[in-house]
């Protein structure tokens, strides 16, 4: 097909002519027709159409057309935008020059699609972008930054993220600062963050974040701080606060805590009214620590009704008497039926195996 039939056909009203049509540009790399999908992108109706013709730009040579694919960046359809992100992410290295020359954009919502596009292309030539871009006047800008920049792991980014912490009012940028530290902190930035955010008299808005870097980046020296969040009133962070708990303890191998929070552990194992997840997570504390009577502990937890407290209670007590457990194990067989005795066969041959 010739270079007019094919503009004619990209105009067709029938969906199936413009599939053949796009499907023509890309096997004879009609470079030349580029101008034409990009201006039919915007106007397609069909998303099979649409899907195509973004393959085909991502195939072809659209370099020249870089400043066409940017105006994607403005449009009011976020399929449009993204097909701008996904365009100039194929281009790798080839589209950062571009894509960094034009990020002082007046649109601070195109700024952050640019940013979208750098980190796309693959490219660690956009790491000086996203630093630059922690400077940027718009939060939703810095926040895209700071996110990026934790998930690749940039720690020379660590001290500008830490300085706009302390220095931001903005409670969604600080959020993405808090949760990238997950990323990049080590203890003092712990801290220092606790200090700023005044302890355990934080705002609740900023917990779980919080909870969640603890978990991640401190030690033995922080457990008094999540120690004093674990009580009636913080049931609502009960995963978070006792999950970062026992990661501690794991990580700097703890196995004692005061009285009081060992007693609460216990408890929180036995209490009914908890789900299954938060008991097994008090469960797992409980496991780790150096306490009088723990097998009997444990085998009373494996009488529980809750098959996943009694599965995972029956999985601890193998680790402190084998035996016992498959004892317990085929008595609980003789009764049990459907997905229960599926779940203890299978535990029974694992525990078989050790």
């Known amino acids: 097909m010739d270079i007019q039939s094919i503009k004619a056909s990209l105009l067709n009203e029938d969906e199936t002519e413009r599939l053949y049509a796009v499907e023509d540009v890309i096997s004879l790399r009609a470079d030349e027709l580029i101008p034409e999908l990009i201006a039919a992108l915007r106007k397609e109706e069909s998303r099979m159409v649409k899907e195509l013709i973004v393959e085909g730009l991502k195939l072809l040579d659209v370099s020249p057309h870089f400043a066409s694919v ?17 365009i100039f992410g194929s281009k790798g290295e080839d589209a950062v020059p571009y894509l960094t020359s034009i990020m002082d954009h007046s ?31 718009a939060p939703n800008v810095q926040i895209t930054a700071v996110e990026y920049l934790g998930k690749i792991n940039d720690e020379e980014s660590l001290n500008d993220i830490l300085e706009i912490f302390e220095t931001s009012n903005e409670p969604m940028l600080r959020i993405s600062c808090i949760e990238t530290f997950t990323h990049l902190a080590k203890r003092s930035v ?3 963050v606790l ?32 120690l004093g969040f674990l009580n009636n009133r913080n049931t609502l962070f009960f995963n978070e606060i006792s999950g970062s708990i ?27 009214n908890l789900d299954s997840d938060n008991r097994i997570t008090f469960m797992g504390i409980a496991y780790r620590l150096c306490i009088k009577d723990k097998e ?25 008497n084998r035996e016992k457990t498959l004892k317990i194990i085929e008595r609980r067989l003789k009764v049990a039926e459907g997905d229960s005795k599926e779940e203890l066969l299978s535990l029974r041959a694992l525990i078989a195996k050790q």
Do not use: W
């Open 70 to 86: 940017a105006k994607f960046f403005e449009s009011t359809d976020a399929f449009i935008r993204n097909c701008a992100i996904e």
């Open 107 to 137: 649109d601070k919502e195109v700024r952050k699609l640019i940013l979208d596009s750098l980190v796309a292309t693959g490219s660690k030539y956009c790491i000086p972008a996203l630093r630059a871009a922690l400077r940027d006047k």
């Open 190 to 192: 712990v801290d220092t």
């Open 195 to 226: 200090d700023i955010l005044g302890g355990v008299n934080m705002d609740s808005f900023y917990k779980p974040s919080v909870f969640r870097m603890v978990a991640e980046c401190g030690s033995r020296e922080h457990l008094p701080f999540l």
């Open 296 to 320: 009997e502990i444990f085998e009373e937890f494996a009488g529980e009704d809750d098959m996943n407290v009694m599965l995972a209670a029956l999985d601890k007590l193998a680790g402190l």
């Open 246 to 272: 026992l990661k501690i303890m794991i990580r700097d191998n703890v196995d004692v805590l005061p009285y009081e929070y060992e007693k609460y552990v216990i408890n929180g194992v036995k209490n009914q």
